[in-house]
């Protein structure tokens, strides 16, 4: 079993509709949690962390955790077409400061 | 820098050739990673430096792979006798420390194509 399992997509969305993207994760000692972007022959790029159970909001993007179930989300606002791109989640080991595990990411397409 | 800075940005070598790729982190960053993306594939860490103490060498895929760190500050990575399955972009990431939730700012990476 994968750290972080994501389902690749893609997953493809209206402009102006909420995308949903989603995560588990298996090492309970997980504290802090991340979204990347990455945009096709880009780095990644953080948009969220979050380390404590519930929502978090910024701007269009909220993040949403539940340690219980091992579940991390982002939800995307208002999707634009500037929202396209491939999503990874990301958990640190609990165990072992710093490092991350990655999700192999969503490819989000929004759709004008 | 301002950012995380690698070079070469693009390398093309022959099978078998040894090749070095740099990494300049943010200034004042203490931990420093190199992460491996392969097409369609998600981010294979490969090794963690955090100021003096021993790197974290537990994700080098074979022992073809090394790196250092200079100073505390620029690393180089060297693949060894490449191989067509080292085909990636080798990302490097440097963070302030490497305490659990500090942001991790990636380089643009090193697209590498072996031959």
């Known amino acids: 079993q994968k750290e972080v399992e994501q389902n690749s997509g893609p997953l493809s969305v209206p402009e102006g509709a909420i995308a949903s993207l989603n995560c588990t994760y298996s090492?309970?000692?997980?504290?802090?949690f991340f979204w990347y972007r990455q945009y096709s022959g880009k780095s990644p790029e953080l948009i969220m962390f979050?380390?404590?159970?519930g929502d978090k909001e910024d701007g269009r993007f909220t993040a949403q955790l539940n340690k219980a179930s091992q579940y991390v989300s982002l939800l995307i606002r208002d999707s634009q077409p500037s929202d396209s791109a491939t999503y990874l989640c990301a958990a640190d080991r609990g165990s072992t400061l710093g490092r991350l595990y990655f999700g192999r990411g969503t490819q989000l397409t929004v759709w004008p | 820098g301002a950012g995380v800075s690698q070079s070469p940005s693009n390398k093309v070598t022959e099978k078998g050739k040894d090749v070095e790729l740099r990494c300049d982190p943010i200034?004042?960053?203490?931990?420093l990673y190199w992460y491996r993306q392969s097409l369609g594939q998600g981010l294979e860490f490969l090794i963690y430096?955090?100021?003096?103490?021993?790197?974290?060498k537990s994700g080098l895929p074979s022992d073809r792979f090394s790196a250092e760190r200079t100073g505390g500050s620029v690393s180089t990575l060297t693949i060894q006798r490449t191989q067509q399955e080292d085909s990636a972009v080798y990302l490097c990431?440097?963070?302030?420390?490497?305490?659990?939730?500090?942001?991790?700012?990636f380089g643009e990476g090193s697209w590498l194509t072996v031959v």
């Open positions: 200034s004042g960053h203490t931990a």
């Open positions: 430096f955090q100021g003096n103490s021993a790197p974290d």
């Open positions: 979050i380390y404590s159970n």
């Open positions: 990431a440097s963070s302030l420390d490497g305490s659990g939730g500090n942001t991790i700012y």
């Open positions: 090492d309970r000692g997980s504290q802090s």
